[in-house]
């Protein structure tokens, strides 16, 4: 069962891995695509932009003119006649445009002058509100020919990644915690069963019925008597046995029993363990004996 639970703790490790690996692709491929903008959406928001600030100024024949990207996520919007602005509705109008066309919530609007490109009015808009800065509110830009720049934040634009890197830390928790649930149990169990037929005892296979130990290739023969006295240790171990139990156990209806029969085949056993240090038979004075097994450091 050992080796089992070790392949399947191996199988465990590699399907986790395996699907971090995929989780990461994905969220990576997900997180690069939410990332990108469209310069075709983002030209309807702010078609859709000026157009309502056309229509708060009253004017609902003047053409916008064509939008132009003008940088990396940066963008320009012009009119083709000046226009009153009034910040508290610029923000408002662009928001709901924004998130109509589903664009990244940070971004930096640009209220520049047409004749000489000095910017007139500016803000910064972030999705958690504390961080944004929006001044001016209240007052109305006077009627100007202007050019609204926006420029999507990069930076911001990926934030989400922070979810990304969340999951993946939450996997790799999970993963340390089920390596260490199976070390765990196998620790708690230095004995189980290898197969139908054999007992793990340390670094020994036990094949009781085939009246042996195996310690990697090398084969060690048991007498019946020690196979007996091994499968008792086995069942109790780290219990003390009394002698008086030992030998009725296993020279009861047996023959006859020798005074020193006892100490001479636990003598043998105590040879034959020798090479596990994991492994002690000891002799509790006067009371009987005990197999100690602890944990391989």
């Known amino acids: 069962m050992l080796f089992a639970l070790l392949m399947n703790l191996r199988k465990i490790y590699f399907y986790c891995s395996l699907c971090i690996a995929v989780f990461a692709s994905i969220m990576l491929l997900s997180s690069n695509k939410k990332s990108e903008l469209v310069p075709e959406l983002v030209k309807i928001a702010l078609r859709d932009v000026g157009n309502k600030l056309l229509l708060s100024n009253r004017d609902s ?6 939008i132009q990207k003008i940088g990396n996520s940066k963008y320009q919007l012009s009119f083709e006649k000046a226009l009153a602005i009034h910040p508290d509705s610029l923000i408002a109008i662009v928001a709901r445009s924004f998130k109509q066309a589903n664009l990244p919530v940070d971004y930096q609007i640009e209220v520049k002058q047409c004749e000489d490109l000095e910017v007139a009015y500016s803000f910064l808009k972030y999705a958690t509100q504390g961080k944004s800065i929006i001044p001016c509110r209240g007052r109305i830009i006077p009627q100007k020919c202007y050019i ?7 930076k911001i634009a990926n934030s989400h990644n922070k979810y990304f890197w969340f999951w993946i830390v939450l996997l790799l928790v999970s993963l340390i915690l089920t ?5 765990k149990r196998i620790k708690t169990k230095p004995i189980n069963l290898i197969n139908e037929n054999s007992i793990l005892i340390g670094k020994f296979h036990f094949y ?3 009246n042996k130990l195996m310690l990697e290739t090398k084969e060690i023969s048991l007498s019946k008597k020690e196979v007996e006295l091994l499968s008792l240790f086995v069942a109790n171990q780290n219990k003390i046995i009394k002698r008086e139990e030992l030998s009725k156990k296993v020279w009861e209806d047996h023959g006859v029993f020798v005074g020193r029969s006892l100490d001479t085949y636990i003598s043998k056993l105590r040879k ?3 090479e ?6 000891t002799n509790i004075h006067g009371i009987g004996y005990i197999l100690e097994t602890k944990d391989k450091e």
């Open 272 to 274: 034959k363990l020798i």
């Open 208 to 210: 009781p019925n085939e």
């Open 148 to 154: 609204i720049e926006v420029h999507f934040l990069e």
């Open 276 to 281: 596990d240090e994991t492994l002690k038979l």
């Open 61 to 66: 024949t003047s053409l916008i003119l064509p």
């Open 179 to 183: 390596f260490v649930f199976f070390l």
